[in-house]
């Protein structure tokens, strides 16, 4: 039980508990609980970050995507380095340029990527039209070359 005493309005913890350790220990075993469940957590997202990085490359090692572990590590260099300049304390005045920088570069190769494959498709699908068209030609000529007046 806590009492309070009058003169200096600081509460008085009961010297022990029926298990034999006082309220002050108590609350410091909670504190311990909480930091062990923290690092844990903490423990539980660094593994998920490894494994979400890595698991990609090994299954593109294993199938030979050269070309998706290429771009991989060209975005992980370029995350590391902007994370690296972020962490530094202090922190340079020229860091936040370069982050939003970044930024734009990724986003804007992104847009180049998704035009590129706009035009593809757009090829693509103009080449299907001309096959048709030409198929679609050579039925008609074929069609009028067997009628005879």
């Not at 048709?132 to 009028?144: A, D, P, R």
Request: glycine share 4%.
């Amino acid at each position: 039980m806590i009492e309070h005493n009058m003169h200096t309005q600081q509460p008085r913890f009961e010297p022990a508990t029926k298990t034999g350790c006082s309220h002050y220990e108590l609350h410091n075993s909670c504190n311990m609980l909480s930091t062990i469940a923290s690092s844990w957590l903490l423990l539980l997202q660094i593994s998920t970050l490894v494994g979400m990085w890595l698991i990609p490359v090994v299954l593109s090692l294993r199938f030979y995507w050269w070309r998706f572990i290429t771009i991989w590590s060209v975005f992980s260099l370029i995350t590391g380095f902007v994370s690296f300049k972020a962490t530094r304390k202090p922190i340079a005045g020229t860091t936040p340029r370069s982050i939003n920088q970044s930024i734009k570069v990724i986003c804007n190769a992104r847009n180049v990527v998704h035009r590129l494959k706009s035009e593809v498709r757009a090829v693509a699908s103009g080449r299907v039209l001309l096959m048709v068209i030409e198929k679609v030609g050579h039925w008609v000529t074929l069609s009028l070359g067997n009628t005879k007046d």
